[in-house]
Every structure is written in structure tokens, then in C-alpha cells.
């Protein structure tokens, strides 16, 4: 394991309480970091959202995101048996196991041979879990477990504590910009994949990546592109470009008051 | 995962309200009815079209409708950070330092107005904004967690709400919007190419599309992410003028 990146890990999910703390960045480091130093191929973290359901919230990879989301669908799988129990649950080898059939189909179909599911978790309170997943079956090693378990519960403290002492609601509203701001993320995906003629993942790539270069929150990003105030440039030779013509109008100038009743006029 | 008992809960509110009233189910349904439901003393709402500034439509008090126009005039406080946070504004103590730091000029003239509490929640999908809902006490205190949970979902109802009667109809059924899929929100990416228009009207189009063919608006959009569907720009397929 790599030591230096963990302790910069360790600093960085501790690092909560600046001025433009983003819940979905931070998270996005969390799973991030998590697939890198743990040597699993992927990561993802479900959040428990107040109206009582679970939501996915970041993913190291596409495929570790669609399985999360394929969990919450079919309301099976071992990540949300871990945040329903709070205790962590391993499934070292997905081809032997019987309890979720469907899961384990869709595990397959991802790449994924073994999860490891980590709640988030601080006394009774159960916020989420952070789930691991390995392309090659067989145990994770104890080291891995108690580093991923360390992690998760360091953000867990990050996002609970203090806040929740102080201000009670804070995490409450920075969770629910998150959720806002995941739907965003994957408007400004469709948008990115129409445009150019590509696949959504490889529309978050480049979302991602402009993002990291522009040194400019994704969500902010996402949102900019969606309205139409921030364009992105495709691939060099992508099969179509960028068509400024299409751009939305800038807030503000788009000049009709909301229309109440009679239907829409064609564009 | 859906919390279908919640949903059961308000929407079953907002429709008994409406039935009162005897009208059909209107934001301000849900404007009302979500002041016994979350245990607030007032509610109000405005309407937004994409970025622009919302119009007040519907308050249920007088503090309500100082409220929301103190914020209006004095440029800041709970109801402008949810509109651009897209996240609420949870402010259970008007009397903390909190509040005081957060917002100079809106805490005390809320205060006088006769607020103690105040909760704004965004009515939005994404980068879709449909408006604001605000929520105030004259006691301190916060939404426990139950009232929270049934306070986005009412949030959710109005949102769906709004959009319709700017889409010019209903075309959508009662749904929790936290069910909502990834699919949904990247095949209204999608339509904002292929149609040439805001994210707004690009959901309007999706939702119209599948109440007019009579399926559902996960399976349409999956189709549409697949490439195995396109809608044309020059035609309106919204039920109404079908």
C-alpha cells in the first residue's frame, strides 16, 4: 500500500471544513483514493438520502456506478445489506453465492467477481456504505479491510461531526446539493454524448477531466454546460463538433415570463 | 427503495386538499397542505423559469409573503441560496449567530416580520428549475428527520407539478423524484441537442412523449440513451395536440 498516498488521503477526507466544501468531490476522492490504494478494481458509495431511500452518489468507474444503481433497482445486493445491518459484508467469490441472484448476474456482466461492502457509519447512525469490487474472486486481504473500514469512517466523522453538533442541518443541505448536483453531472453526460456522437462514460471522462484542468468543481461545470454559459471542446477528431449554433442563451436574456397554460409552440 | 408509505402520505395530503377545494391537484395544493404535514406555520411558493428570477405565486400567510419578498429586495437569504445551490436552505434558528453571519440584512427583518424559523427547499431536476418552496415556524426548531424526508418529498410534488402546468398539462403521473434514474437525467441531456432546446422543455418533450405513446418514461428514456430512439424538433408530440 502506498503510504505517502494514504496519509494525503487521510488529510484530504479530513479537510472538510473550507469555505467551498463540495460533498460530491469530496466523495468522488473517497472512492477514488479507496480503489487506489486498496487494489480493487473499483468503488462506490451509496448515501441515504432523508426521504428514506439510498442513493448512489460517486464511483471510481461507470461499471461500479451502474452496479450500485442496479442495486437500488432491484432492491438487492450485498452493499445494501451492509447499510441495512451496519455491519460490513464480503462476498469473496460472486459465482458461489445464493442470495442475490440478480445482483450477482449483473455483477458478472460489470466484470466483478468478489465485493466487499464498508458502512459508513458513526454510533447509530448509518449514513451510507462504501463498497468495493474486485474483478478476480477470493478473499480481501484483512490489511485492505481495515484501511478501506479507516477511510470510510474518517469521512463519515468529516461529514457528521461538528457539523451536526454545530448545525444540524448543514450536512442536510450539502447532501441534498449533492443529489441536485449528481442529476446534473448526468444531464450535462447526455448533453456531452449528443453533442459529439460518443457514449455517456465517455462523456463523463471528458466532463471529468475539463474539470480537473479548469480547476473547476464538476458540478459547476456540469451545471455551466447544461445552460449553455460554458462550452466544452470534444475529442480532436471526434465524428462531430462542437456546434456553438446550439448554445442555450445565457441567463437573463432569454426574455419570456414562465408560460402558464396553452401548449408549446413548436421550436 | 422507494418509500412508497411517504409518498403515499403526501401525495394523499396534497389530494385531499385539492379535493376540498374541489379543483384539480395545483402547486398550490401542496403549498397548503404542507403546513400540517411538516408542522410549519406558513409556506410559500414562487415559480422559476430556468435561470430567471421566480415570480411569487401562492403564499398561505402574511409573514409568508414577507418573507419571500424581503429576500427579494434585500438580495440574499434562505430562498436565493436554494435557488443557486440547488440543495435547501435550513435556518432552524433565526435568533443564532449562524443565521445572523449567514444572512446580515434577511435575519433580523425576518425576525420582525414574525419568523423564528425558516426552510427553503429548491424545486428542481438538475439544472431544471421550476422554483422555490419556503417554509417558516414562529418557534425555533429544526425539521426532525421524518418531517425533512416528507418535507422534500412535498418539494417534489410541487416541482412535478409546476413543470406540468408549464408544459401545459399533466403528463406525468404522481412519482417520487428521488426514484428517478440516471437514464432519465441523460436522455434530457440528450434531447437538449437533438431539439435545439433548454434543459426545461427537453424534459416537458420527453414526459409528453411518453404519456402520448403510453409508456413509461424509464423505458423511453433508456431507448433514447440507446440511440434506438430520436425525437424530431419540428414536430410537437405533447398529448394535447394529439
Redesign the interface.
Known amino acids: 500500500m502506498d503510504g505517502q498516498l494514504l496519509s494525503e488521503t487521510f488529510v484530504e477526507l479530513t479537510d472538510t471544513m473550507v469555505a467551498d466544501f463540495d460533498v460530491i468531490d469530496f466523495l468522488h476522492v473517497l472512492t477514488s483514493r479507496s480503489a487506489e490504494l486498496l487494489n480493487v478494481s473499483a468503488a462506490g458509495l451509496l448515501l441515504a438520502d432523508p426521504r428514506g431511500e439510498l442513493r448512489v452518489v460517486a464511483a471510481s468507474s461507470e461499471a461500479a456506478r451502474v452496479l450500485e444503481l442496479f442495486q437500488l433497482q432491484s432492491d438487492q445486493g450485498p452493499c445494501l445489506e451492509c447499510f441495512r445491518s451496519g455491519q460490513p459484508v464480503a462476498v469473496t467469490d460472486l459465482s458461489a453465492d445464493q442470495r442475490w441472484p440478480r445482483f450477482v448476474a449483473a455483477a458478472g456482466q460489470a466484470g466483478f467477481s468478489a465485493v466487499q461492502a464498508l458502512p459508513m457509519r458513526l454510533r447509530d447512525q448509518i449514513i451510507g456504505a462504501l463498497n468495493l469490487f474486485r474483478a478476480t474472486p477470493g478473499a480481501f486481504d484483512a490489511d485492505s479491510i481495515r484501511v478501506g473500514q479507516a477511510l470510510a469512517d474518517v469521512a463519515t466523522i468529516s461529514l457528521l461531526h461538528e457539523r451536526s453538533m454545530r448545525h444540524s442541518d448543514t450536512l442536510n443541505e450539502q447532501l441534498q446539493t449533492a443529489l441536485n448536483s449528481r442529476v446534473i453531472i448526468e444531464q450535462a453526460k447526455g448533453k456531452l454524448a449528443e453533442r459529439l456522437g460518443i457514449d455517456v462514460d465517455q462523456a463523463f471522462t471528458i466532463l471529468r477531466d475539463q474539470a480537473r484542468n479548469r480547476n473547476q468543481r464538476l458540478s459547476d461545470l456540469a451545471r455551466a454546460f447544461v445552460e449553455g454559459t460554458q462550452a466544452l471542446p470534444g475529442p480532436v477528431g471526434s465524428p462531430r463538433t462542437s456546434r456553438p449554433g446550439t448554445m442555450q442563451p445565457l441567463p437573463g436574456v432569454r426574455p419570456a415570463p414562465p408560460r402558464p397554460a396553452p401548449p408549446r409552440p413548436g421550436p | ?3 412508497a408509505r ?1 409518498l403515499g402520505r403526501v401525495w394523499g395530503l396534497v389530494a385531499e386538499h385539492a379535493a376540498a377545494r374541489g379543483g384539480p391537484i395545483s402547486s398550490a395544493d401542496v403549498c397548503a397542505a404542507v403546513i400540517p404535514g411538516v408542522q410549519v406555520t406558513g409556506a410559500w411558493l414562487s ?6 428570477a421566480g ?1 411569487l405565486m401562492q403564499v398561505t400567510d402574511e409573514v409568508s409573503r414577507q418573507l419571500a419578498e424581503l429576500q427579494l429586495t434585500l438580495g440574499e437569504g434562505p430562498l436565493l441560496d436554494a435557488s443557486a ?8 434558528d433565526l435568533a443564532s449567530p ?1 443565521s445572523a453571519s449567514r444572512w446580515p440584512a434577511f435575519t433580523p427583518a425576518a425576525c420582525r416580520a414574525g419568523a423564528a424559523a425558516v426552510f427553503t427547499f ?1 424545486l ?4 431544471i428549475r421550476a422554483g422555490v418552496l419556503g417554509l417558516y415556524r414562529d418557534r425555533p426548531g ?1 425539521l426532525s ?1 421524518f418531517q ?2 416528507d418535507a ?2 412535498f418539494a ?1 410534488a410541487a416541482t412535478m407539478l409546476l413543470l406540468d ?5 399533466a403528463a406525468g403521473q404522481p412519482a ?1 423524484l ?5 437514464e432519465i ?15 426545461t ?1 427537453a424534459f ?1 418533450r420527453l414526459r409528453a412523449y411518453a404519456y402520448a405513446s403510453d409508456r413509461g418514461l424509464t423505458d423511453v428514456a433508456r431507448d433514447i ?1 440507446a440511440r434506438r430512439l430520436r425525437l424530431a ?4 408530440l ?1 398529448p ?2 394529439s
Open positions: 427503495m422507494t418509500d411517504r415559480a422559476a423559469r430556468d435561470a430567471q415570480h445551490s440547488g440543495g435547501p436552505a435550513l435556518a432552524s449562524e429548491p428542481a431536476v438538475g439544472a429544526p428527520d425533512l424526508g422534500l418529498v417534489d402546468a408549464q408544459a401545459g398539462g417520487g428521488a426514484s428517478h434514474r440516471a437525467d441523460q436522455a434530457t441531456g440528450m434531447l437538449t441537442e437533438q431539439l435545439s432546446v433548454s434543459i422543455d416537458a440513451v424538433p419540428d414536430r410537437d405533447s394535447e395536440e
